[in-house]
């Protein structure tokens, strides 16, 4: 099967605007994620990892489609991908795009298009295919990565430039509120004291290809999706499904599961998520491999996740380094992991990331040297 | 090969399976038809009544897609997929949902402002639990969705899929949702027998 090349990534967060930047804070254990006082946003102070206020004015572009752009520019320029080339597809991940302009009284069906931004955003760097654009909750990031993984595959295009962002406003965070699911101090995913998520902003962006010029670089190696069937916003008790994608995503990378070397899994920190994922690595026979969760740091940036957090799973592979998982003390699930508490050394070979979202969904990917 | 082994289309108030018509109801709105087409066929899910416009027209269009023919025993749950995709996203529930975040924020609507929840919804009424996918686009884009799900069926990643659109918003709506098999049945699976299918019977 043709192999899939990691050319170049970025990520442009609150904790820096490219992915060695981001890399360096995190190794130091800066967190994007504080406090903030925003009643415009939410009644009570609350944690989560967000821009400065003020850094997205644009006459063409909201902060939305600002953040794409800021992700994917120095990877055109760096790699010098053709965007004109008919080979090459732009793929975007979002879960709720341009929503944020409703409470700027905007209410005209076109401002809030996901494939206008993506028609716009394709514009500004002058692609000939039409993006693809994927809203899928929480797997949106991975399930992007997956999909330019089986159109390189496939032969349909050479490179795929793909990139993921969400900005968090009022609208998403009564939402998570309203459900209860806010944590009130930093989150801490898989700690017996874990009491919900913490939201953020971000952006990240990928390029991959097929061409055998960029053999020795990472790669991706293999990626599926599942459906829980059980209930739309709560994950599945077993985590028979989240394991059924790790099982399969291990087979389509044509490896086995002591070979994974390390686990960045989706660890939202609400009590459900984080046992159902700690089910489902442990039925996968993944368990002995250490895991870490981003949330701290990052906070749960949407459909920006599955692409920041991968693509700090691939610095991680460049330096043989793995990042502590924030927020994390005791265990408090009911199946233990190896949860990584210190920065640690060690060859990171095939790497697996999860992610899973409302609606049942579950993704898994598989990175590898 | 893969073929189209069923087709539903709903659109101007009309309900088509496999290109026949089977149900018609004067023009009012998504609400009324949504609501008076489950009354009518009788069917019987409570859940129903708790879902978005775009998850009720997602799910009844997916009752009549199965209704018949289809054998659910000769895929595992893990080999059915389903991939939708539409222009506006959610954005009639997020309509919604946001005119209630003033007052009491409902988690009831904000669970409906991800179209996916849809997908979700047509995977627990059927126990599929195969590969998901929503996709935006501007208009139905039935060839990036014969691509996509050709290669799902061709590696394996599925053996049989549901596929196609359903949008809703504000008093628009429409879906056509494919059934797609390996077996020798039906029309064969093309980006034109699909536009073919949305487009019988419309007016020009």
């Known amino acids: 099967m043709k192999d899939v090349y990691v050319v170049a990534d970025n990520i442009y967060s609150p904790l820096g605007g490219n992915t060695a930047e981001n890399f360096s804070q995190l190794k130091k254990g800066i967190a994007g994620v504080r406090r903030h006082e925003r009643p415009e946003m939410m009644g009570q102070p609350f944690y989560a990892a967000l821009f400065e206020p003020g850094g997205f004015v644009a006459p063409e572009h909201t902060k939305f489609e600002l953040l794409l752009i800021r992700s994917i520019s120095p990877l055109l320029e760096e790699t010098g991908i053709d965007p004109a080339d008919p080979k090459t597809i732009l793929i975007l991940s979002t879960t709720k795009g341009n929503i944020s302009l409703l409470e700027e009284g905007i209410e005209d069906p076109a401002r809030f298009s996901l494939a206008g931004s993506g028609r716009r955003i394709a514009y500004h760097f002058g692609f000939v295919n039409s993006p693809i654009v994927i809203s899928n909750a929480c797997i949106s990031g991975v399930l992007a990565l997956i999909t330019a993984m089986r159109l390189i595959r496939s032969g349909r295009y050479r490179t ?210 | 090969m893969e073929y189209i082994t069923a087709s539903c289309v709903i659109r101007n108030n009309r309900i088509y399976r496999d290109g026949e018509i089977v149900w018609e109801r004067s023009p009012a709105g998504p609400a009324d038809f949504l609501q008076s087409c489950y009354q009518h066929f009788g069917f019987q899910y409570p859940k129903f009544y708790k879902m978005d416009h775009l998850s009720k027209l997602g799910w009844l269009a997916a009752e009549f897609l199965l209704h018949e023919g289809f054998d659910p025993a000769q895929c595992r749950p893990e080999e059915m997929a389903v991939v939708l995709s539409n222009a506006n996203s959610s954005l009639d529930t ?84 494919f059934l797609i098999e390996h077996k020798d049945a039906g029309l064969s699976f093309t980006a034109e027998n699909m536009i073919g299918m949305y487009n019988l019977n419309q007016p020009a």
Request: hydrophobic share 40%; with cysteine; proline share 4%.
């Open chain 1, 160 to 369: 795929a430039v793909v990139a993921g962002a969400d900005v968090i406003s009022r609208f998403v965070l009564s939402g998570f509120g309203s459900f209860q699911a806010i944590s009130a101090g930093p989150c801490k995913p898989f700690d017996q004291a874990r009491d919900g998520i913490n939201l953020g902003e971000g952006a990240g962006a990928v390029v991959l290809s097929g061409d055998q010029r960029y053999q020795g670089n990472l790669r991706l190696r293999g990626g599926s999706v599942s459906n829980d069937a059980n209930h739309i916003s709560g994950p599945s008790r077993t985590g028979e499904e989240l394991a059924h994608v790790i099982t399969r995503s291990l087979a389509d990378a044509r490896c086995t599961p002591d070979e994974i070397d390390f686990i960045s899994a989706h660890g939202t920190a609400t009590p459900y998520n984080d046992e159902m994922e700690a089910r489902a690595i442990t039925l996968a026979r993944v368990g002995a491999a250490p895991v870490n969760s981003l949330k701290g740091y990052y906070g749960h940036t949407l459909g920006a996740a599955g692409l920041i957090e991968s693509i700090v799973t691939l610095q991680s592979m460049r330096e043989d380094r793995v990042l502590p998982s924030r927020g994390y003390e005791i265990n408090g699930v009911t199946m233990p992991l190896n949860i990584c508490t210190a920065l640690l050394s060690t060859p990171l070979d095939y790497c697996l990331k999860t992610a899973s979202g409302f609606g049942g969904c579950n993704a898994a990917i598989i990175m590898c040297k």
């Open chain 2, 94 to 177: 997020d309509y919604r949902y946001f005119a209630s975040v003033s007052d009491i924020p409902s988690p009831a609507l904000f669970v409906y402002t991800l179209p996916n929840i849809m997908i979700g919804e047509i995977c627990i009424r059927n126990n599929f639990k195969g590969e998901n996918a929503f996709f935006i686009t501007e208009s139905f884009d039935a060839a990036f969705i014969a691509t996509y799900v050709r290669d799902l069926l061709g590696t394996g990643n599925a053996r049989a899929c549901i596929c196609g659109w359903v949008e809703v918003l504000g008093d628009r709506y429409a879906a056509a949702l």
